[in-house]
């Protein structure tokens, strides 16, 4: 059965967008008239999560809890007393969790097309004890093609994928990875390459649209793509 609890890190203060974000924190601001992390909890809504936990800010509560009114499923705002990292966050988070068995986790400024029921059966398939989804590293410029003469031969825009592989900020956590998360910090630094070394950390390859709102042009670029593509307003 999927899970039916998520925790989403929703403690970004959108520095990086300036006026852009109207003041709301970073997962509220709006994509095509809908607030960024409201398009992954209607993903996860529709996959079979019922309840989602909100790892934000302090005092941010109750404009979370308005602004995402209306999603037929559960919210709830847990507030950090003071910033503890993504680690600290999740673990913070997780002491509201009702279930005992694994949940999504993820990051609450990104918009993903992930396939989650297909996520959590590779990764109980695997056995880990967490699945962290990765996506291909492709360069953000163009190539300069070169002779063996040092001469240039022709340019290439497209740009390249690299053969490495990133974290995209979207997990399946089973209690006993949970139960390693940081009080405090990030667990990319800690729980997770203890888990690695152990033979306990699963990555699940996705190779679909990853949109990080960081910055008024990635923000228009939402905007863009989810325009185009009304699935994402159902």
Not at 136 to 145: K, T
Not at 192 to 220: D, H, S
């Amino acid at each position: 059965m999927i899970p039916r609890e998520a925790i989403i890190l929703a403690g970004g203060k959108a520095e990086r967008l300036g006026e852009a974000a109207k003041g709301k924190p970073k997962p509220l601001i709006a994509v095509c008239g809908r607030p960024l992390v409201a398009h992954q909890i209607v993903r996860l809504r529709d996959a079979g999560v019922e309840r989602v936990l909100l790892a934000c800010a302090a005092g941010k509560g109750d404009e979370f809890t308005a602004d995402l009114e209306g999603l037929a499923v559960e919210i709830v705002p847990v507030e950090e007393p003071e910033p503890l990292g993504r680690g600290g966050g999740i673990r913070l988070a997780a002491e509201q969790l009702k279930t005992k068995s694994a949940i999504f986790a993820m990051n609450g400024d990104e918009l993903l097309e992930v396939d989650l029921k297909q996520l959590y059966e590779a990764h109980r398939a695997s056995g880990a004890a967490a699945t962290v989804t990765v996506a291909p590293l492709v360069s953000p410029f163009g190539l300069v093609e070169l002779r063996e003469d040092g001469f240039v031969s022709g340019f290439s825009e497209e740009a390249p994928r690299l053969p490495h592989w990133v974290n995209v900020g979207l997990y399946v956590l089973e209690p006993e990875a949970l139960a390693r998360f940081p009080e405090r910090g990030d667990h990319e630094r800690t729980t997770f390459p203890e888990l690695a070394r152990e033979g306990r950390l699963y990555a699940f390859r996705y190779e679909g649209i990853w949109l990080t709102v960081n910055t008024p042009k990635q923000l228009r670029q939402a905007d863009e793509y989810v325009a185009a593509h009304p699935e994402w307003l159902k």
